[in-house]
């Protein structure tokens, strides 16, 4: 069980906007700014699309975006796109101690 | 450009310890507020994250992992090795490392770029 709770699967139609959670605790998500997203194309390596809860690299489309509401964070896909079929994983912070802790990632279907 | 790549045995047999080097490029890793992590992925499964050195050498572990991994960076090689020990079945997954980046206190920030990756299978 991934310490991060994300929907398994969400979908949607091309043109559609979706938002997949991640909820965690006051100890990780809630509790500091880092948390990141990473799209993962099967037998590929993850890429990091959102960081600091927000914040977008150089060249990931403004279509997704990040936000934060205590404990859980959100990544927000607009403008659905067929090449937005990918696993989401959510990522943050936890603390000198426990360090990092992933979602368990949540499955994009474009419908 | 950041370049990473995992190099190891693609299979292990139980009980045996994992050594998976990480090699990279385009960064030092004595550079403040850089690190590099290992995360795992067992087919069909999620991201595990369970290791993380330092630019200066502090370290990390997945508590959950922690009597089975060490980490350790030979900057003149620009390389990175985890060994995890009483390797079993469960442990099947694909390894990657990855190029970090830290916050002012050393908060990890994001994971950025990721290595291809690495299947391990554990059978005997």
């Known amino acids: 069980q991934s310490a991060l709770t994300q929907p398994r699967s969400v979908s949607g139609s091309p043109g559609q906007s979706v938002t997949i959670s991640c909820t965690g605790i006051?100890?990780?998500?809630?509790?500091?700014?880092?948390v990141s997203w990473y799209q993962q194309y099967p037998g590929k390596a993850p890429k990091l699309i959102i960081y600091?809860?927000?914040k977008r690299p150089s060249g990931v489309p403004d279509r997704f975006s990040g936000s934060k509401s205590g404990n859980t964070a959100s990544l927000t896909i607009s403008g659905l796109q067929a090449d937005d079929e990918a696993d989401y994983y959510c990522?943050?912070?936890?603390?000198?101690?426990?360090?990092?802790?992933f979602g368990g990632g949540t499955k994009m279907t474009v419908l | 450009q950041i370049t990473l790549k995992e190099s190891g045995p693609t299979l292990v047999k139980p009980t045996q310890t994992l050594t998976l080097t990480c090699t990279f490029s385009?960064?030092?890793?004595?550079?403040?507020?850089?690190?590099v992590g290992w995360i795992r992925q067992p087919p069909g499964k999620a991201l595990e994250w369970l290791a993380f050195i330092y630019w200066d050498d502090d370290r990390r572990f997945s508590p959950s992992l922690k009597s089975r991994l060490t980490i350790s960076k030979d900057t003149s090689k620009n390389q990175v090795v985890l060994k995890m020990t009483s390797m079993d079945p469960v442990d099947t997954a694909t390894y990657y490392c990855?190029?970090?980046?830290?916050?002012?206190?050393?908060?990890?920030?994001?994971?950025?770029?990721w290595g291809q990756g690495t299947l391990v299978t554990v059978s005997s």
């Open positions: 006051s100890s990780d998500v809630g509790g500091y700014k880092y």
């Open positions: 990522c943050s912070y936890a603390g000198s101690s426990t360090f990092v802790v």
């Open positions: 385009g960064f030092s890793l004595t550079s403040s507020g850089v690190g």
């Open positions: 990855a190029h970090a980046r830290l916050g002012l206190f050393g908060e990890l920030d994001w994971f950025d770029p």
């Open positions: 600091e809860v927000t």
